[in-house]
């Protein structure tokens, strides 16, 4: 697949096989959010003609597809992992520069699509249905699973070729066909990730991908009639709408949305793990992960050390361009990002809360053209602040002060979120305890709320989900629906309920 369009930087949508540009003519620019002077391409903004014509793609393509033996479909799908794996480094570069994260994490993005991958071709040789015994003699009862239909699919910008992968390898191995549309700023690593898909094979029309808004290309697509399922990948406030406009026409929708994940440390903990884990969980992809750690509820005896020792070591950690390996922390993915993010370190201190460390934009002379935050530790937060309710999607966390666990889990749930959660503690009975009471789709015993492995169910609890998971057989129930079958084989009218014989 040749990737571009016309000149070296100007991308169309990718739909049935071909580059189809907006009819509008409305592009948008792909900037480098470490530097935004660097353009890394010219993207179609697209809107209701372009969505149409990729359902329709997907549709047509629909009949084929189901069709082709599942175990056959997993051949394409390992033919891209090791293509992904061949341009690892290539794609993760891609990434850092458009979305700012740095190599190590962008090269684990790549990993993890490729992780993906392996894992549903598996499905083609399993995707396990059931047998069970009928009610009635020589009658046979089983139940099989078949793909929905056309799925629309709506990425984020955090994780922008893993979470794809996480929704297009368990539908395609299922037999379904897609729509998708990458989060506006993030569109190169989808079409890196489609690439990759088209040369291992992937029929036209299989998978389309639209770029533009969530409002003009996301509303139509959850819209369009012969869309079956959806999922999205976003924010709380954007999932609600989706989620509406999904139940108006009866479409499945999984919906994974925001967190305010609560990471615990006991007066037992291992502080230094405890230490590493608070940096990572907070700090990595500079706080931009759904599951990312905003809140650190500590107990008493170890509070004052554990803050004064996160605040020192926040201030080691190396801000910079992404592609440099000895970086850190990268930019925040946009300007808006970053507005927003400083927004909440001044909400913070007008509502009280101690800044310890960070709280700035990062403009030194090399980073000046980028999007860059200090990393930011506030103590003294109050659990009803907005900085402990509310998302904020940087690298800023709350410290909160605990008197014992059974103060720190209401503490941690005390929100509207409940995706991941972490403790910190050597004490096996304080973890199980906390690992049932614990509001969140996730629970990590030392080890922060991030890490997630792919075969695994990955989702959330109340404003979090709405009770699908992605990741593991989670997904494969999403992207299947149940066929049920009994096969009468006694040659007579036999009645279920009625007919009950000895
Ligand atoms: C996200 O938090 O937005 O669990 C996705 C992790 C990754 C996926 C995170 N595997 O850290």
């Keep these: ?51 149409n014509l990729a359902v329709e793609a997907a549709d047509a393509a629909f009949q084929k597809w189901s069709r082709v033996p599942a175990p056959r479909r997993a051949e394409i799908i390992i033919r891209t992992a090791a293509i992904l794996e ?47 015994p009928s009610e009635l003699p020589n009658k046979f009862a089983l139940c099989s699973r078949e793909p929905v ?23 395609l191995v299922a037999g379904n066909t897609c729509v998708i549309k ?35 290309v996301g509303a139509v697509l959850t819209q369009h009639p012969l869309v079956r399922a959806v999922s999205f990948t976003g924010s709380t406030e954007v999932g609600r709408i989706i989620g509406e406009s999904c139940s108006r026409s009866f479409k499945r929708c999984a919906l994974e949305m925001g967190g305010k994940n609560p990471m615990i440390v006991l007066d037992d903990a291992n502080l230094d793990l405890a230490l590493d884990g608070a940096l990572w969980g907070a700090f990595g992809t500079a706080g931009q992960r759904c599951t990312a750690t905003s809140r650190i509820i500590v107990q008493k005896g170890v509070y004052k050390r554990f803050t004064e020792e996160l605040a020192q070591r926040a201030q080691t950690l190396r801000i910079g361009n992404g592609l440099d390996e000895s970086v850190d922390i990268g930019p925040v993915v946009s300007k808006t990002q970053m507005e927003t993010v400083l927004h909440y370190v001044e909400i913070g201190r007008r509502e009280g809360a101690r800044l310890v460390c960070g709280g700035e934009r990062f403009d030194t002379a090399e980073c000046g053209h980028g999007y860059f935050v200090e990393p930011t530790v506030f103590t003294d ?15 800023v966390v709350a410290l909160l002060p605990c008197n014992s666990l059974e103060d720190a889990i209401q503490i941690a749930n005390g929100v509207n979120y409940g995706l991941s959660s972490a403790l910190y503690t050597r004490d096996i009975n304080r973890a199980l305890e906390a690992i049932a009471a614990l509001d969140a789709g996730i629970a990590y015993i030392n080890a922060p709320t991030i890490g997630a492995e792919v075969h695994l ?7 979090s989900g709405n009770g699908h998971r992605e990741g593991g057989v989670g997904a494969l129930d999403f992207y299947t629906q149940w066929k049920t079958v009994y096969i009468d084989y006694s040659d007579r009218l036999q009645r279920a309920q009625i007919d009950r014989p000895e």
């Design 457 to 463: 169910p990955f989702g959330g609890v109340k404003q």
């Design 381 to 395: 937060v109050d659990p009803k602040m907005r900085i402990a309710q509310e998302e904020i999607f940087g690298p």
């Design 149 to 171: 239909g056309v799925c629309g699919m709506i990425c984020p910008w955090n994780f922008p070729m893993a979470i794809p992968s996480w929704k297009l390898f368990p539908a």
């Design 86 to 132: 061949e341009r690892k480094d290539e794609y993760a570069r891609d990434m850092t520069r458009e979305m700012g994260k740095v190599l190590k994490e962008t090269r684990g993005d790549v990993q993890e699509a490729i992780d993906t991958a392996y894992y549903f071709a598996g499905e083609g040789r399993r995707m396990f249905g059931l047998t069970t």
């Design 1 to 51: 697949m040749t990737t571009i369009a016309s000149s070296m930087k100007t991308y169309g949508n990718f739909i049935d096989g071909k580059w189809v540009p907006a009819s509008s003519g409305n592009t948008s620019e792909n900037r480098n959010p470490a530097d935004n002077r660097e353009l890394l391409g010219i993207f179609q903004r697209s809107a209701g003609p372009e969505v």
């Design 182 to 216: 990458p989060a506006e700023i993030t569109p190169l690593s989808l079409m890196n990730l489609v690439g990759a898909m088209t040369e291992a094979g992937v029929p036209p029309g299989v998978v389309n991908v639209v770029t533009g808004h969530a409002h003009e």
